[in-house]
């Protein structure tokens, strides 16, 4: 479907032109429940499709940012080093020490433009032309833009039907021109925890692989919502399961801080050779236009390392909307983090299906635009109004495709 | 000269590694500026190396940011369109139509992560693969950078004795492949501000080249300097001179707030057919990991548009260096603007001339960085002891060069 805004003759470039019209069904989506919202109403519309959390950021963020605003001191818009303020950089290597137990210093945290930006600063500080870089789908699909953007080739994998990464197709879609393998976890858009066995045979097949071609695989671990687990389970760190990994996170959900771009890329001490990688990823903050992660964000952030918002809130999201969709007939595995569920739609065609919700005023996103057809995600980091007022329009839905 | 912190076999990515090589220079300069400070102590080195301007943000700045950090409201550090709120780009937008008389509205307007983020956006929605990009020496050594990460081919083109572009040298330099012409008024290094016939003749020979070739080719205006201007000098906007403009530009240095990364993108309205243009560079704050520029940021500069910092502070310092340097035997072309000047160095080998000035205290940037050897970049933006501090240096570096 082409993108409505781009013209015959386009002066656009036209990895961009295709990157707009490979989207161009979720515009159509976003834009038929933005029309139904201007018909009808915000309030008659529920939306289920953005990943923008409802919940506000801990009162610790709110005094920290008046503390500093209201006394401010010369210099404190100024830029800095590339990789961050010192300061913050060393707070939150001694955060990573005490979680991890490994030793992290300054020299391995480059605070970073959100973790978009964090993911762009690793593969661009890893990625030569046409290197392979492994996604497991579903994927959240900036993936392919980063990769795209340094000119790496995405290479999807898939996961079981508890999302999990189906361990055999790894080893096979490893190649001598792998460079990285990204991981999720919890995931976008399953809400997926990955498990010490998961995480430790992730290892296993990469290091085997490395031995065999003689090449080195980085992990880069995506994890924004480390944090949002639920049920007393652990997010384990990708670190202690692979030398070469690298941590990209940001405060956009456990600080509920997404539109500040705030977020930290952390090295493995153990491939941190001299410092290269760091010098590397702090290097790229210059190249990719960033030049360092927002000034005044970096210091509020630097002491909130322990803080988080109140997760208990979107484990009551996820109970409440587990328990009705289910009571529908929809199938769902129950996820244990981040604030996604991933439903198997009721017919093939999952766009189709998400075009009937839509018309039945809920909006969601089709499994497609995560490269897992079939399937359709809902985020429910909504006001309880939302997700109440959704229900209508899934029990419609349901009745539909003979579900209930 | 190898970059001390990359090390054999490497695993970064070797474009990376290159780049980083490529500034090895600078950065032993850096470093021994940085040793000359821990040895004599920070008060002992004057430090006119870097553009990280020394006036605080504006009283209107501070009382913005106080007013809406100690009256939060719901969502205002969310997500936002990847575009920026429309409010704030509306406010931009209305600016924009006074200072151009241009029918600007806010879909010509991308709030983007400094200008280093929107020169990113404005060439990563432009260019194909090989597209080459024209750019005049002296010029912002990032330029190659940003052009470098889209696979575009960087052009140099020379200026004339005043750092005005050669246009007969612009001619030869458009070929087929020209997709973007880089102007930079006022200018970095050189403070040049380019005149109305300038910036007419510039216009006037890309639309030629334009008809000959039947392509489009795009200004891309770098703009963070726009309003620092002595002399009542005026600084003109290229938009009149090409329809193909794409204005980048940043509150870094009219507000003093490089730290926070906030600028904008704007197109001319007469290029922006269908708000494709904008749609596409909006979308690329997607692509290239930005996502959206930082949402506080972008709210306190809303109302901030028609403010700048008291530059009669920077044209105080320009002129007492100016006359002190001059007095001492030093060539230079009197900037008209921004806060550097660009003297000749009194040897052809301007590395060796500015490691003689380090040596003596004095921290400045070799010319060769800039694409132009046999001079030196001098940032002024700094407090008065320091320009003050400085003149010893200058002038026992003068006196072994023969200059006085």
Redesign the interface.
């Known amino acids: 479907m082409k993108?409505p805004?781009?013209?015959k003759n386009?002066?656009?470039?036209?990895?961009?032109?295709e990157?707009?019209e490979q989207g161009g069904f979720i515009r159509k989506a976003f834009e038929l429940g933005l029309a139904l919202k201007k018909q009808y109403g915000e309030d008659k519309v529920f939306d289920l499709s953005?990943g923008?959390?409802i919940l506000?950021?801990p009162d610790e963020f709110?005094k920290e940012?008046?503390r500093l605003?209201?006394n401010?001191f010369?210099g404190?818009?100024?830029?800095?080093v590339n990789a961050g303020y010192p300061e913050t950089r060393a707070e939150i290597a001694k955060y990573l020490a005490e979680e991890t137990g490994l030793p992290f210093t300054a020299s391995e945290i480059v605070m970073c433009?959100?973790a978009?930006?964090?993911?762009?600063?690793a593969l661009?500080?890893?990625?030569?032309?046409g290197d392979e870089v492994i996604v497991f789908a579903p994927y959240f699909p900036?993936y392919l833009?980063?990769i795209?953007?340094?000119?790496g080739i995405s290479r999807v994998v898939t996961t079981d039907s508890n999302f999990i990464p189906d361990l055999k197709a790894l080893e096979k879609a490893i190649t001598r021109r792998t460079k990285v393998v990204i991981i999720n976890s919890p995931n976008n858009p399953t809400g997926a925890v990955y498990s010490k066995d998961t995480l430790r045979s992730i290892g296993q097949v990469i290091q085997a692989k490395e031995s065999r071609f003689g090449t080195?695989i980085?992990i880069v671990s995506d994890e924004p919502y480390r944090k949002l687990v639920y049920d007393g389970k652990e997010c384990l760190y990708a670190f202690g399961f692979h030398p070469?990994t690298i941590m990209v996170t940001s405060h956009s959900k456990d600080l509920?801080?997404?539109?500040?771009?705030i977020g930290y890329v952390a090295v493995n001490p153990e491939?941190n050779?001299?410092?290269?990688?760091g010098?590397?990823i702090a290097?790229?903050n210059?190249?990719?236009?960033?030049?360092?992660?927002?000034?005044?964000?970096q210091r509020v952030v630097s002491k909130l390392q322990w803080t988080c918002v109140d997760v208990s809130e979107y484990k009551r999201k996820r109970d409440f909307l587990y328990k009705e969709l289910t009571g529908m007939g929809y199938s769902i595995v129950k996820p244990d983090g981040a604030f996604y569920m991933f439903p198997k739609a009721p017919v093939a065609n999952d766009l189709e299906f998400t075009m009937e919700l839509t018309s039945n005023f809920v909006l969601t996103v089709p499994g497609v635009a995560f490269g897992t057809p079939g399937y359709f995600r809902i985020a429910y980091c909504v006001e309880d109004r939302v997700i109440e007022g959704s229900l209508d329009g899934f029990r419609k839905t349901a009745e539909k495709y003979g579900l209930c």
């Open positions: 993108s805004n781009v013209t386009s002066v656009i470039s036209r990895v961009i032109q990157q707009m953005l923008n959390p506000e950021p709110r940012l008046q605003v209201n401010p010369p404190m818009h100024r830029y800095m433009v959100g978009g930006g964090g993911l762009t600063l661009k500080a890893l990625l030569n032309r900036e833009l980063y795209a953007a340094q000119w080195k980085f070469r509920s801080l997404p539109g500040e771009r491939c050779r001299g410092g290269e990688l010098v590397a290097f790229c210059r190249a990719a236009g960033f030049v360092n992660a927002p000034a005044l964000m």
